[in-house]
């Protein structure tokens, strides 16, 4: 519940956390990352897309350490990275039954 991750993101920020993102793509309804950062509480809905997609964590991973990297702030890198996670959702490979995301993009 969004209760209950709230407090999950209080206590790890209460342990030295200095910022957390909590992804959402395994609970039910649609998923909904959340980065939390002294004590404020940004969201980032995406669609539901149907079936097992294999590959989105470490995408949105590596898209914030790059979009660090350059220079952006961590909330405006991980706004950038959702946006480019998004666009690779829009480009899903299926091979035998499982989803894996696309990188290359128009």
Known sequence: SEPERISALEILAQKGAGAILLKGG??????????????????????????????????LSSAIAGYLA???????????????????????????GVKYLSQIFD
């Open 70 to 96: 350059g220079g952006l702030d961590l909330v405006n890198a991980v706004s950038q990275a959702e946006e480019y996670l998004d666009q690779a959702l829009n480009r899903l490979l299926e091979f035998s």
């Open 26 to 59: 395994h609970l039910q309804g649609e998923p909904e990352d959340w980065l939390w950062q002294e004590g404020k509480l940004k969201k980032f809905p995406h669609p539901r897309i149907p079936g097992e997609i294999h590959g989105t964590g470490c995408v």
